[in-house]
């Protein structure tokens, strides 16, 4: 069974940081992309950053890059974002999905159909 848990989510001011976790379980973890997604009050789901396990390549929204950095660990099954100078913009559910497909890491964050989800964790940013 397939199986992603985030958390990590809190809430912070703007200019702070926050660190997410992802622990995944289910599937063989080098073999995939695992991306991050996030989902505003009244905005569509997006792509915020995403990795290739197998080649270590990323992914970054134009939105989020220069603050925000997706790693992962195999020993630990364990997908990170680490985001700094949040900003009131950032305050969503957050969301790790993994992509079974094999596809490169930008095709997974603009793909809104992966089949496995985990259950979200909020983050609140206040100005």
């Known amino acids: 069974e397939v199986q992603l848990v985030e958390s990590g989510g809190g809430s912070v001011q703007a200019g702070g940081s926050l660190r997410l976790s992802c622990v995944v379980s289910?599937?063989?973890?080098?073999?995939?992309?695992i991306g991050w997604f996030r989902q505003a009050p009244g905005k569509e789901r997006e792509g915020v950053s995403c990795?290739?396990?197998?080649?270590?390549?990323?992914y970054y929204s134009d939105s989020v890059k220069g603050r925000f950095t997706i790693s992962s660990d195999s020993a630990k099954n364990t997908v990170y974002l680490q985001m700094n100078s949040l900003k009131p913009e950032d305050t969503a559910v957050y969301y790790c999905?993994?992509?079974?497909?094999?596809?490169?890491?930008?095709?997974?964050?603009?793909?809104?159909?992966?089949?496995?989800w985990g259950q979200g964790t909020l983050v609140t940013v206040s100005s």
């Open positions: 999905a993994v992509d079974h497909r094999n596809t490169d890491v930008r095709g997974t964050c603009l793909w809104m159909y992966l089949e496995d």
């Open positions: 289910g599937f063989t973890f080098d073999d995939v992309n």
């Open positions: 990795i290739s396990n197998s080649e270590g390549k990323t």
